[in-house]
């Protein structure tokens, strides 16, 4: 089978989009100082863009990895934590989830409800893309760059095995 890796969201759109989340994100949190929790490993580009666009105060910056069992690039339905975050980063924290994709939605719930054992002030979701069509969990996403069709997606933090996710744009790969 051959398969060309195909663009499907480019640098500056991605760059456009990042600004309009944190112009809704300030708008949020003016006074109101966040904790960004990112899920690793996917959403560390995005993270890294996005806070640079914030100026709402962000008291911290902490991650979580969690892992999801795949067979090809279908998600094997359990997500199992690798890192966990400190209690005390979260507790009576208002925490800014980031997520580099909403998928089945196993992975975002998993770690929502993770969080809500830490009992954070309040709980915002923020999503650079969404896909829809493969939802099996209701996900509620406070603050959505894209959705897009069910494509397999690389690039910009999303990875196959491991590869590819140093492009600077979203690619998929079209037979
Ligand atoms: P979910 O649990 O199915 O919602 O997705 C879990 C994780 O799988 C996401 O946070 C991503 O890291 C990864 N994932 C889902 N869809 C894609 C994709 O199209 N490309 C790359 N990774 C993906
Ligand atoms: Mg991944």
Redesign the pocket.
């Known amino acids: 089978m051959n398969q060309t890796l195909t663009p499907l969201i480019s640098p500056e759109e991605i760059s456009i989009t990042i600004k309009r989340l944190a112009k809704e994100i300030n708008q949020d949190y003016q006074d109101c100082p966040l904790t960004i929790l990112g899920?690793l490993k996917?959403s560390f580009i995005f993270i890294a863009d996005l806070v640079r666009e914030i100026d709402a105060p962000v008291d911290n910056i902490e991650f979580i990895q969690l892992s999801?069992y795949r067979e090809n690039t279908v998600?094997a339905g359990k997500?199992s934590l690798l890192l966990d975050v400190d209690t005390r980063h979260i507790r009576g924290k208002h925490i800014l989830v980031a997520?580099?994709?909403?998928?089945?939605?196993?992975?975002?719930t998993t770690a929502l409800e993770l969080l809500i054992q830490k009992e954070p002030a309040s709980v915002k979701l923020c999503s650079l893309l969404d896909?829809p069509s493969r939802r099996q969990r209701e996900v509620k996403i406070d603050y959505l760059g894209f959705s897009i069709p069910d494509?397999?997606?690389?690039g910009y933090g999303?990875?196959?095995d491991q590869k590819y996710r140093q492009l600077p744009g979203i690619h998929y790969f079209k037979d």
């Open positions: 899920i996917g999801s998600s997500a997520e580099d994709i909403v998928d089945t939605g196993i992975s975002t896909k494509y397999f997606v690389l999303l990875d196959v």
